[in-house]
């Protein structure tokens, strides 16, 4: 025999095993990524965590070694062909060798594939380093302890399912050993906390992994051994239980009740263990003190109890017994998921007791309500558990379907949840979909009695999968298909547009012009009140501007400028014209204090000028004020109009209401002169130019929407509005929007193209929907002096004003601009 | 038991089963009368586990049809295998109960009645009712399955090489137990490849080679018409002429200047025809046995004949 | 009485029985009025298809040899004994003409063969008890 080839065929026979394995945490891994950019970045990433798919790759290497342990050892023990192996002429310990070799290597070759994986990921930049960097020192060498130490159980227990119910606490000998030595070791010797914490866990890493290697290697070895003669009699002997007279005198039970007997006997061991890992979940939660810490683990008990619902028959082809005697597919149904679903019940029952508030060892929670997470938590164990059961009926190995049933049960709850937020699917869609599995298996019981996995079976699981993921789908799909879009005609005519100015907007930033600090009023609402009044001395020694708090109780008057020599107003309104000669390009909205000031000073001063009497000076600053101020005004209405976003059009609407108003009172040519007044009319008078500027905001405006995506958290930006955010979340979210915002420019554009207000109430609604505008009263500026305005001082006036702020064309095609062209047609004609 | 019909148990009409590397079955028919014993003999993978599996409904059919008990396998597979007893090979137990233990589960899903013939048949066959089946030995194993099959008394026992690799005083059991079924008029279906049991209880023999039935009939008819002829010859190159409808050679092995041939329908008319033939110096016929059926069915010719 | 069925030695299995049957009957070890084992008795006890013997006794019956008893099963007639007798008078005498054909045909002589059987005979005479069932032997 040549000795290299048979061990060159071992190897590759054990490798081949663990093909399946590895497709499926592949497969998984795909699943969750899937799932994870479904949900997008709002359900699952935090600042400091990674998301859920990167976490789902680095467990994949901690899978893959218990699975393959438990594959390469309790798998043979359980299919019975250890005997045949140990006839080999090969000996026991090339045997032990040929598996722990090949399962290292195996690790090996995933922790690669999870470092390709790495290596992309950090090139795009996703990975938050230091996290990594943690998790590479700590979990390597766990993952190795993991899969000796699965391997040496499998060696001891010889059956798959129990060796893998076994690892679970064994995973956490390493941790227990840090933290039993934390504890002992002084804390003083350590300076650097976290470092120690990882010294110390390696060590125990380490030395678990050698005590698991060794146990394996024993164990291992001593299978191949003959069995000791104790061993031996018990296989054959006579076993000391009551005679056989028993089965006689027992009644014969119906038949429902002798296949829920049957299945709870057979699967006594497992069971109990499972319903143990369960309350040891249970019982995190009290150690933790926070309703939740135990949840990863009762999940996967429960995932665990759905997989044995049909894998305790697939063992050793058992259900064909029941098969053979054609026992009633829909007995065999609800006889193997009945004790399982009834233990899962009693087990969440008593997880759910345990929310109780009140209950002593419930010593902080962080949620609200206690009760609502213990009972969502609920909801997701049967969930989990419902998805186990349909898992176990589809994957013949029993290793396999332990290790995916969790993941498979996980996937699905957070495509369900990632559904609810993402794609607005209502709670109780999401809830009715998981009847599919059980329908599934239903249906299904008869093909996996009879081993018939032929075509037709595949085809039927894979329909109910599909109506289980695409079923919640449904609502999203409806609703994007209903919402109505940009008419393409629309979109093209925005798209000449932009061609046309799109490289103009980008090469002219706008300003954002400032006032110095503390000559603004306060601003204390959001407009729709009475803003702070700006107070003016009538005093021309203190002739400052003082400022006053409206919101306060007592009137506080600070006086915040110098001597009335420097004309500190004045001196603020050629600091303004600075800034905005400085500059060619447009100005900012943000910048509304500066216009709000200019406005305020213009409404003083022409009050000051109306008032009669008073010094000379004081009558040839307001002058001059007024006039700087109107000048200014004009500048700013036309500066705003070059910006390419609509709040900057909306808001050279309210300048130039303002300005009309200034305009039309009688006298205003002498106040203002007559080259000043005559360029304000024409400004205000030249329709066509506005409109133009318009309709460039309004095809720039979308432009620059549809180029940036919109964000699940970020309010988004339409033309410098902030939209109202569409229902649902993420996927529902941007999609909805994108056809909203289409609608309203589309709307606008239809305004504009109309010129009136023809047939438009309706375009109005849906913009004032999207923009969330609201009403304004019309509101006339008022200046109260002295006894009038109530304050103390009868030489202090008061202005009272409020300032709207701009909402989407609000003021498009209002009256004032017809009384505007009015008075640029009799301008001409004085 | 129902009412005594004379339509068969089991009928098969062109039966034809193709799994994607390989032509099963290519065209079955046959039909198994109540109250007899049919046996189905093939070489391992000839087919004989699939027809089983057909019939009970564990496999469809690629084309043709079949009826167990009047009842369609594709539809009622459930139905047919609650009325038959039938026992696999390497039979599914559950290893973890006891013997008594299975009966009395077992009995809940037939009627009254089951439990008593179960017990009665666990002790004629001498297994301990209070073992567990995972370890008692393999003929034991075969016993208690056969003892669950027949204790609900069905009309028809499909047995799927049942005495494979058991010892001869279990094989006689078996035996004994079929032939018991048969007394009391009920009917069953075999397959097997232990020849010699075939023959001792076999009323009807069927011999399954390369998906299609090259003998069917009668073990009595079978028994006159199989002979066993070896012609002495001077001159080994001498060839005999192929006997005519509906005699048929099934194999012809030349050994030195001796011929034999194994042939069915034979008659003496050809006999004399050969010994006339220059050459022939002698020929003994003898009537040939199952087993000797059966190799020369399988094997086939690889001698020289007119015509091949 | 005890059966000896050999399923592979050219004779059918029915005719082995009812050949046997008889000879008994010429011994004497099947007694007039005595009766036969039932089908399913004999099928369990011999492992042979309770058809076979069902035939086997229909033969018996159609030769004369037994008659049915109502309710309890097949008997051996009073008359048979004679008639069991005359067959296997004429079976070994058929058996015995074979075996002479045979050394005939062979080459050896008539007065050969004469001395082949006297001498098998004073070999055979007083070592062979007579028993109810014949060994046959196969044929060549």
Redesign the interface.
């Given at each position: 025999m040549d000795r290299g080839l048979a061990m060159r065929r071992l190897w590759w026979k054990e490798t081949r095993q663990l093909v399946p394995l590895a497709a499926m945490l592949v497969v998984l891994a795909a699943v969750l990524h899937l799932v994870a950019a479904l949900a997008g970045d709002r359900l699952f990433r935090s600042e400091s965590s990674q998301s859920i798919a990167m976490i789902a790759m680095l467990g994949m290497p901690g899978l893959f070694a218990v699975g393959a342990g438990t594959l390469l050892v309790g798998q043979e023990w359980d299919v019975r062909t250890m005997g045949w192996l140990a006839g080999l002429p090969v000996t026991g310990r090339e045997i032990v060798k040929a598996k722990l070799a090949v399962g290292l290597a195996g690790l090996v070759v995933i922790w690669a594939v999870v470092g390709v994986y790495l290596v992309g990921a950090w090139t795009m930049g996703v990975v938050d380093t230091e996290f990594w960097h943690d998790a590479l020192r700590a979990w390597p060498a766990h993952t190795v302890f993991l899969l000796f130490a699965a391997t040496a159980l499998a060696w001891r227990l010889k059956s798959s399912l129990l060796s893998l119910l076994a690892v679970v606490p064994t995973a956490l000998l390493p941790l227990a050993l840090v933290t039993l030595a934390m504890r002992v070791a002084p804390q003083a010797r350590w300076s650097n906390g976290r470092d120690t914490t990882n010294v110390w866990l390696l060590a125990a890493q380490s030395v678990c992994a050698l005590a698991a290697f060794g146990l394996a290697w024993r164990w291992g070895h001593r299978a191949f051994l003959p069995a000791r003669t104790a061993e031996s009699r018990q296989s054959y002997g006579a076993d000391r239980r009551p005679s056989r007279a028993v089965w006689n005198a027992v009644p014969i039970p119906s038949p429902y009740s002798a296949l829920f007997r049957q299945f709870a006997v057979q699967s006594r061991v497992p069971l109990a263990a499972v319903s143990g890992l369960f309350l040891v979940g249970v019982l995190v939660d009290a150690a933790v003190g926070f309703v939740g810490a135990g949840a990863a683990i009762r999940m996967v008990a429960s995932a665990w109890l759905g997989v044995l619902v049909f894998q305790g028959d697939t063992v050793g082809r058992r259900i064909a017994f029941l098969a053979d005697r054609g026992i009633e597919p829909r007995r065999v149904w609800s006889s193997r998921i009945a004790v399982p679903f009834v233990i899962l019940g009693l087990l969440v029952c008593a997880a759910l007791a345990a929310t109780v508030p009140g209950t002593s060892w419930l010593r902080e929670t962080r949620f609200a309500s206690v009760r609502m997470f213990g009972s969502l938590m609920a909801l997701a164990e049967l969930a989990a558990f419902v998805v186990g059961q349909w898992a176990g009926q589809c994957i013949p190995s029993p290793v396999i379907a332990l290790i995916a049933g969790p993941i498979l049960a996980m996937a699905a709850i957070g495509f369900s949840v990632a559904a609810q937020f993402s794609l607005g699917t209502p709670w109780w869609l999401a809830a009715i979909v998981y009847l599919a599995p059980i329908l599934a298996t239903r249906c299904l019981t008869r093909g996996w009695m009879d081993r018939r996995f032929g075509a037709s079976y595949w085809v039927q699981q894979s329909l109910f999968v599909s109506v289980f993921l695409i079923l919640p789908v449904i609502p999203f799909l409806n609703a994007v298909v209903r919402e109505p879009s940009m008419a393409g005609s629309i979109a093209r005519e925005i798209e000449g547009v932009v061609r046309q100015f799109g490289s103009e907007a980008a090469t002219r930033p706008s300003v954002e012009l400032v006032l110095r600090k503390g000559v603004a009023t306060e601003d204390t609402s959001d407009g729709s009140a009475t803003d702070g009044a700006m107070t003016m001395n009538a005093d021309p020694v203190a002739a400052g501007v003082t400022r006053r708090d409206s919101s306060a109780d007592s009137a506080s008057v600070n006086r915040v400028h110098p001597l009335p020599s420097e004309d500190p107003i004045g001196a603020e309104l050629a600091r303004i014209a600075e800034q905005l000669k400085s500059t060619t390009g447009p100005i900012n909205a943000a910048g509304y204090r500066v216009t709000r000031f200019v406005w305020h000073v213009a409404i003083v001063s022409r009050a000051h000028l109306a008032a009669n009497g008073g010094p000379v000076d004081v009558s040839a600053a307001s002058a001059r004020h007024y006039g700087q101020s109107i000048a200014l005004m004009t500048e700013l209405a036309q500066r705003l109009r070059l910006s390419p976003r609509l709040v900057e059009q909306d808001s050279a609407d309210l300048i130039e209401i303002h300005l009309l108003f200034e305009l039309r009172l009688s006298g205003a040519r002498e106040r203002i002169g007559a080259e000043q007044y005559a360029s304000s009319v024409a400004l205000l008078a030249d329709t066509a130019s506005r409109n133009a500027a318009r309709r460039r905001a309004v095809a720039l405006s979308w432009h620059a929407f549809q180029s940036v995506p919109p964000r699940a958290n970020a309010p988004t930006d339409l033309g410098g509005y902030s939209i109202a955010a569409a229902p649902g979340g993420g996927l529902t979210h941007g999609v909805l929007l994108r056809r909203r915002a289409g609608m309203a420019i589309a709307d606008l554009w239809a305004l504009l193209g109309d010129g009136s207000e023809s047939g438009s109430v309706e375009r109005r609604r849906r913009i004032n929907v999207l923009c969330g505008t609201y009403d304004v009263d019309a509101f006339e500026p008022e200046l109260r002096v002295g006894k009038d305005a109530g304050g103390p001082d009868p030489a202090v006036g008061y202005l009272i004003t409020r300032w709207e702020q701009p909402g989407v064309a609000r003021h498009w095609f209002g009256n004032w601009e017809r009384e505007a062209a009015e008075l640029g047609g009799h301008a001409d004609s004085p | 038991m129902s009412t005594e019909s004379r339509e068969p148990v089991i009928s098969v009409r062109q039966l034809a089963v193709a799994f994607p590397a390989c032509d099963v079955l290519r065209g079955i028919d046959l039909d198994v009368e109540r109250?007899?014993?049919f046996a189905l003999l093939g070489e391992n993978g000839a087919g004989k586990t699939t027809l089983i599996r057909i019939l009970t409904g564990y496999l469809k059919p690629g084309s043709g049809s079949c009826r167990v008990l009047g009842l369609d396998p594709v539809r009622d597979a459930m139905e047919i295998r609650r009325r038959v007893g039938y026992v696999s090979d390497a039979p599914a137990l559950y290893d973890w109960m006891r013997v008594g233990e299975i009966g009395w589960f077992a009995a809940a899903f037939y009627a009254p009645g089951f439990i008593d013939r179960y017990h009665e048949a666990v002790e004629r066959y001498e297994v301990p009712e209070d073992r567990k089946i995972g370890h008692l030995s393999k003929g034991q194993r075969a016993k208690v399955a056969l003892a669950l099959a027949l204790a609900h008394d069905p009309e028809l026992l499909i047995l799927d090489e049942p005495t494979s690799g058991l010892d001869p005083l279990v094989r006689?059991e078996f035996?004994?137990s079929m032939?018991?079924r048969?007394?009391?008029g009920r009917t069953v279906f075999l397959s097997s490849h232990q020849v010699?049991e075939v023959?001792?209880?076999?009323?009807t023999v069927a011999i399954l080679h390369d998906g299609r039935f090259r003998v069917i009939d009668t073990?009595?008819r079978l028994?006159?018409t199989a002979t066993e002829i070896v012609v002495s010859l001077d001159d080994p190159l001498v060839v005999l002429p192929l006997p005519g409808e509906p005699a048929e050679i099934l194999s012809d092995r030349n050994e030195g200047r001796q011929r034999r041939i194994v042939a069915r329908g034979l008659v003496e008319t050809q006999l004399d025809e050969w010994r006339a033939r220059p050459g022939v110096v002698d020929i003994?016929v003898?009537?040939a046995?199952?087993?000797e059926l059966f190799a020369a069915t399988v094997r086939g010719r690889d001698g020289m004949m007119t015509g091949n | 009485m005890f059966f000896s069925?050999d399923?592979?030695n050219?004779v059918?299995?029915?005719e082995q029985i009812v050949r046997q049957v008889k000879f008994a009957i010429a011994e004497g070890i099947l007694r007039p009025g005595q009766l036969l084992p039932s089908?399913?008795t004999l099928?369990?006890q011999?492992?042979?298809?309770?058809?076979?013997i069902h035939?086997a006794f229909q033969q018996l019956q159609a030769d004369g040899a037994v008659e049915p008893l109502r309710g309890r099963g097949l008997a051996v007639r009073s008359d048979a004994k004679r008639a069991c007798v005359e067959a296997r008078r004429a079976l070994i005498a058929d058996r015995l003409r074979s075996v002479l054909a045979e050394g005939l045909h062979a080459g050896l002589t008539s007065s050969d063969l004469r001395q082949l059987v006297r001498n098998q005979l004073a070999r055979l005479d007083g070592h062979v008890a007579t028993v109810a069932s014949v060994d046959e032997e196969p044929?060549?």
């Open positions: - | 109250g007899t014993v006689r035996l004994e032939l018991d048969v007394a009391t010699a023959e001792r209880v076999a009323d073990l009595s028994r006159e003994r003898r009537g046995t199952l087993e | 069925i399923p592979s050219g059918a299995i029915y089908v399913r099928s369990r011999l492992a042979i298809n309770p058809n076979t035939r044929n060549a």
